[in-house]
Nanobody, 120 residues
Framework: QVQLVESGGGLVQAGGSLRLSCAAS????????MGWYRQGTGKQRELVAA???????NYADSVKGRFTISRDNAKNTVYLQMNSLKPEDTAVYYC??????????????WGQGTQVTVSS
């Protein structure tokens, strides 16, 4: 069994910062790609940022220069530092990861989601 547990969401004023964390645990051999997605009310889920085990990153255009994704491979944890937050960043943020289990089966997992609300 593999779990992704997120933390760090909350309410912040526009211009403020938040840091999200997501830790993968369970029967894991390796965590390949980790990423953050978000889904606003009435909107489709969209990729915010992703990072490979080697450290390569990609970002949605809307967050470039404001958000930074990083990971601690030893802890199977991914972080999302969000600065200069805007009301349009309000959404439920979901952690996502591609994980090889103990028999080297690769599976995609989702976290339960954490709410980020940015007030104007």
């Amino acid at each position: 069994q593999v779990q992704l547990v997120e933390s760090g969401g909350g309410l912040v004023q526009a211009g403020g910062s938040l840091r999200l964390s997501c830790a993968a645990s369970g029967t894991i051999t390796s965590v390949v790609r980790m990423g953050w997605y978000r889904q606003g009310t009435g909107k489709q889920r969209e990729l915010v940022a992703a990072i490979t085990s080697g450290g390569s990153t990609n970002y949605a255009d809307s967050v470039k220069g404001r958000f930074t994704i990083s990971r601690d491979n030893a802890k199977n944890t991914v972080y999302l530092q969000m600065n200069s937050l805007k009301p349009e960043d309000t959404a439920v943020y979901y952690c996502n990861a591609d994980i090889y289990d103990l028999v080297l089966k690769r599976t995609n997992y989702w976290g339960q989601g954490t709410q980020v609300t940015v007030s104007s």
